[in-house]
């Protein structure tokens, strides 16, 4: 049976050059980069060549990324020490966020007694900005965290004027932007963000590795301590070989981007036509969403929700209802949850994320089980 992968929202398979090189790091050079021989010597001259090939992709300096294991471990960082260390009192947020922000934010306000208030979410899944506008009136030290590209829904955040409305009311911007990098074009010298934080196994590198940037002058305090690694922020031997593959990852991804941006949109075009030739009340979720991600609603029995990705999966299928981390759930999810209808929670929702190594014969696969279920 040819499986068929459809679900590059929640991971993305490797890139075969980034098998290379990172297998190369860990055959050949596998130095400690903080050893003062020519092992760790080496080891330190591709950390941070890798440093600065990520940061010239984003047109960061390279002082201005730390290597992280994960972006959840990023934005616990950011966050929690912009509250403790930064004098930060009220985190601004959206229920829609991924657990990595929404449970750092809660666990935040319980331990520091901060507020957390919640941009609420129009009915199309778009952020109310205007809304956070009026939030930002109030004058409180605040940082705001709003995800630039949403894992559930592919929904595009109007990142410019979010930042914009901050650096007006002087706040503080976190970004979570795992599913935008290496997807989307952008200049952290223009973008004035003051934290961003990405993962690789998002943009077909090694799942375990992420990087966080912070811009230069915003000292932050580390959340892990030990010895002098990414200087003193990130204690822990860097794991060499993930980063230098994330730094792969992130370059091919960022080379290809017009031509797989293209592939994938048009693939994306076609699984709407074919979906909607198949179910003609379906229903495709946002407004304005990034080409490899979309989520839509089929017009079928809400008993069929609980047999639906089983039912996919046994065929060799794999797509997703929402993050991975709640698939196995027969509820909407929290994102879906937060602004759909009653009624059309009620009705299973299907994600379906592209990447370039996907084919119209795996949306016509997807199809098919569809029909079938
Ligand atoms: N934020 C978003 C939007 C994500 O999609 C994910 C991954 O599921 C994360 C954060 C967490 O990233 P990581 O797997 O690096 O912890």
Redesign the pocket.
């Known amino acids: 049976m040819k499986k068929i992968y459809l679900d590059n929202?929640?991971?993305t398979a490797l890139r075969e050059e980034v098998i290379t090189e990172m297998m190369h790091f860990l055959r050949d050079n596998f130095g400690n980069p903080s050893s003062s021989h020519s092992f760790g010597r080496t080891a330190k001259t591709v950390l941070e060549s890798a440093r600065k090939n990520i940061a010239k992709q984003v047109n960061a300096l390279a002082s201005e990324i730390i290597f992280t294991?994960?972006?959840?471990?990023?934005?616990n960082w950011v966050l929690r020490s912009a509250v403790k260390d930064l004098g930060v009192k009220r985190i601004i947020t959206s229920k829609i966020?991924?657990?990595?922000?929404l449970h750092t934010a809660l666990v935040l306000e319980r331990e520091y007694n901060i507020s957390v208030e919640y941009v609420p979410v129009l009915s199309d899944g778009r952020m109310d900005i205007d809304k956070l506008e009026q939030f930002l009136e109030q004058d409180i030290p605040t940082i705001v965290s709003l995800?630039h590209?949403?894992?559930e829904t592919g929904e595009i955040l109007d990142l410019n004027r979010v930042v914009k409305l901050c650096k007006e009311n002087n706040a503080l911007i976190h970004c979570?932007m795992?599913?935008s990098t290496g997807k989307m074009i952008f200049d952290l010298q223009e973008l004035k963000v003051d934290f961003m934080?990405?993962?690789?196994?998002?943009f077909h590198g090694p799942?375990?590795?992420?990087f966080v940037f912070i811009r230069k002058n915003t000292i932050l305090q580390p959340i892990i301590y030990g010895g002098e690694q990414e200087k003193g922020f990130r204690a822990g031997t860097e794991a060499v070989h993930q980063i230098v593959g994330m730094s792969k990852a992130l370059e091919l991804s960022y080379l290809h981007l017009e031509k797989e941006e293209k592939y994938i949109s048009d693939l994306k075009v076609y699984c709407i036509s074919q979906l909607k030739i198949a179910f003609p009340e379906v229903k495709i979720i946002g407004n304005t969403t990034l080409y490899n991600i979309m989520n839509v609603i089929l017009p079928l029995e809400s008993s069929k929700i609980g047999m639906l990705l089983f039912s996919l999966d046994i065929k060799g299928i794999a797509v997703s209802r929402g993050?991975?981390?709640q698939s196995g759930s027969s509820k909407p999810s929290h994102v879906l949850g937060e602004f759909l209808t009653v009624e059309d929670q009620q009705k299973p929702n299907v994600r379906i994320s592209f990447s370039h190594f996907n084919t119209k014969e795996d949306v016509d696969g997807l199809v098919q089980a569809l029909k079938e279920l």
């Open positions: 929202a929640a991971t294991s994960s972006a959840t471990e990023a934005t966020e991924h657990h990595a922000t995800m590209v949403n894992n979570d795992v599913q934080v990405a993962s690789a196994h998002k799942k375990g590795v992420g993050s991975a981390c």
